[in-house]
């Protein structure tokens, strides 16, 4: 759906008015308006002060809160067919076991499928952008999304690591011959125990030369902690048996690890530890899920650490895998990034961000709602290197809006926090 060239059929000016507009960018601006020309934003106010100064047909959205579509930064859109089938399970390895015997079963068609059902899924619960993660990058120029979509090819060379480079410039040959999605694209090594290093250093490598995105998974399950730190535990033996080397296992947290794993193809030193600053500035960013798991010594890693990465946490599926609690105030304190993503129908319900954002307030109860809401509008955008273009209603940002009814009572950023339900109106791309 994503044009490259101007489409005559966009209408010259269009101006949206609605109840309340939540820009992003300061309180809700009661009885606004949004102008539209093309695929952008050129305006935002009062209604009367756009009506003012601006010309274009008024299209009233009535009692709704208008606000930026919402961006999900993690998820994998390939098992939306596994909502239900795996039931949690005694450890993170079994879960593994699980899904790969149910992974097994799927034919690319079913695939197609379930990727096409992820993402009218997500649209309908206002996502307008995703960050989705798919071990299937050739199936890509097949699919035409709906929403603004950054592919990520998902990678794991456990079985096989002595062809990472191969692996790596396959997949990224795959995203580019991909049509325009609207977003871009990325490479995601899948974890440390299912991808070798020279498969990260590949990526980072890639990374930088081709300018696209990077995400992993990391410090998720405490299983993952005890593999790497103390060579024990049920994701250790399941590796080991599988032919894992595990000469990297047994004297490390995962943070850890990885600080010492991304440093090579792009930094002389481990990330806590660089001072050059213009150095620094070009190293590739990583967008990192989940970091349940964290030391001490790792805190004290990340406070050092010149790359601050992005994180990404899944409240719901967080909550499946009954994981560690989420660091998220500590993180924060240390200034990092933190989105919401919805990680994959495998380990949960749906693939709302409202949810997610019901779901993160139960267990942040202090967190002011507006502040939740930006870890699914700036802060995403961020991490997708979108900060001037995606996540708030302000001029020159690209059309992604959408809308919920706006009651008279709650405070706004409260109803949107708390808001259960489909939305009936999404703009992508400037397009209803
Ligand atoms: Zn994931």
Redesign the pocket.
């Known amino acids: 759906m994503f044009a490259t060239v101007v489409d005559r059929r966009y209408r010259r000016e269009m101006i949206i008015r609605a109840r309340a507009v939540v820009t992003m960018d300061g309180p809700p601006i009661e009885n606004g308006a949004v102008v539209i020309e093309g695929r952008r934003i050129v305006d935002v106010g009062s209604f009367n002060e756009v009506r003012a100064h601006n010309s274009g047909e008024v299209f009233d959205l009535g009692e709704q809160a208008l606000l930026p579509g919402l961006i999900n930064a993690?998820?994998?859109l390939d098992y939306t067919c596994l909502r239900g089938k795996i039931p949690p399970q005694e450890s993170f390895a079994d879960w593994i076991r699980a899904i790969n015997a149910k992974k097994a079963k799927l034919s690319q068609k079913d695939y197609l499928t379930s990727i096409n059902d992820g993402f009218a899924e997500a649209k309908r619960f206002g996502t307008t952008a995703i960050a989705n993660?798919t071990a299937f990058p050739e199936l890509i120029a097949q699919i035409d999304p709906p929403i603004r979509t950054w592919w990520f090819a998902e990678l794991i060379d456990v079985r096989d690591p002595n062809h990472a480079s191969e692996l790596v410039d396959f997949a990224t040959g795959a995203l580019k011959r991909a049509g325009n999605s609207g977003g871009g694209i990325g490479l995601a090594p899948h974890a440390l125990f299912t991808a070798s290093r020279d498969l990260y250093r590949r990526c980072e490598e890639i990374a930088q030369r081709e300018k696209i995105l990077l995400t992993t998974?990391l410090a998720e399950s405490r299983e993952e902690m005890a593999m790497f730190r103390d060579e024990s535990g049920p994701l250790y033996d399941f590796m080991k048996n599988i032919g894992r080397p595990i000469s990297d296992c047994g004297d490390q947290t995962p943070l850890g690890h990885f600080s010492k794993t991304v440093r090579d193809s792009s930094t002389p030193k481990a990330f806590g530890a660089r001072n050059d600053k213009k150095a620094i500035q070009n190293d590739p960013e990583w967008i990192v899920?989940?970091l349940n798991e964290l030391a001490e010594s790792d805190f004290e890693l990340l406070e050092r650490s010149k790359r601050k990465f992005h994180m990404v946490h899944?409240p719901r599926?967080h909550g499946y895998f009954a994981h560690s609690r989420f660091p998220f105030e500590n993180l924060r304190a240390l200034g990092f990034n933190i989105c919401l993503?919805t990680?994959?129908l495998a380990s949960n319900q749906s693939l709302s961000l409202f949810a997610e954002m019901h779901a993160f307030q139960r267990s942040e109860p202090g967190l002011s709602p507006d502040k939740i809401v930006e870890m699914v509008t700036v802060n995403a955008a961020r991490a997708l290197h979108q900060e001037n273009a995606l996540g708030r209603i302000r001029p020159a940002f690209q059309a992604d809006l959408i809308t919920i009814p706006r009651s008279s009572l709650a405070n706004l950023f409260e109803e949107i926090v708390a808001f259960d339900g489909h939305v009936s109106w999404v703009m992508v791309d400037g397009k209803i």
């Open positions: 993690h998820c994998h993660l998974h899920a989940h899944s599926s993503g990680d994959s």
